[in-house]
């Protein structure tokens, strides 16, 4: 059974990016999924969008409350220390990437139940990155 609901770590691919990420901390990891998303200019697909997404709560996170993290990760937080410069904008620019046209995972979500719980979600994580800079 699959994972689908309108947090950042509720569906599978995201799921499967932290639990990879709990086993090996680095940001290396986090920054090149926000950095390939960023520089998406074709159709974003669902997956991609997602694992940014996640990637973004991490950093988010990270300048933030650790309360973004799923409860049995929060240690995460601890783990990667604070995130390199510059990452904050490349979350916030991997987010917008997410909700713009030809992004796959924005029109899922159109055509379901709760596209506004969603784009709430990603607004909140805008809100605590744009905090941070």
């Known amino acids: 059974m699959s994972a ?5 770590f509720d569906n599978d691919d995201a799921l499967d990016f932290i639990e990879d990420l709990a086993e090996a901390p680095g940001w ?17 697909e ?20 650790a309360t973004i993290l799923p409860d049995n990760h929060r240690e995460l937080k601890a783990a990667l220390g604070a995130p390199p ?14 909700v713009a046209p030809a992004s796959e995972l924005d029109e899922l979500w159109q055509e379901g139940d709760g596209h506004d719980a969603w784009l ?14």
């Open 4 to 8: 689908w609901a309108h947090g950042p």
């Open 28 to 44: 290396r990891t986090i920054t090149q999924a926000l950095d390939h998303v960023s520089k998406t200019a074709g159709y974003l």
């Open 85 to 98: 410069e510059g990452s904050v904008a490349l979350a916030r620019s991997a987010l917008a990437r997410v």
């Open 46 to 65: 669902a997956p991609e969008g997602q694992i940014a997404v996640a990637a973004a709560a991490i950093v988010a996170a990270a300048v933030g409350e």
């Open 120 to 133: 709430t979600q990603i607004a909140a994580l805008q809100s605590t990155l744009s905090k941070a800079q």
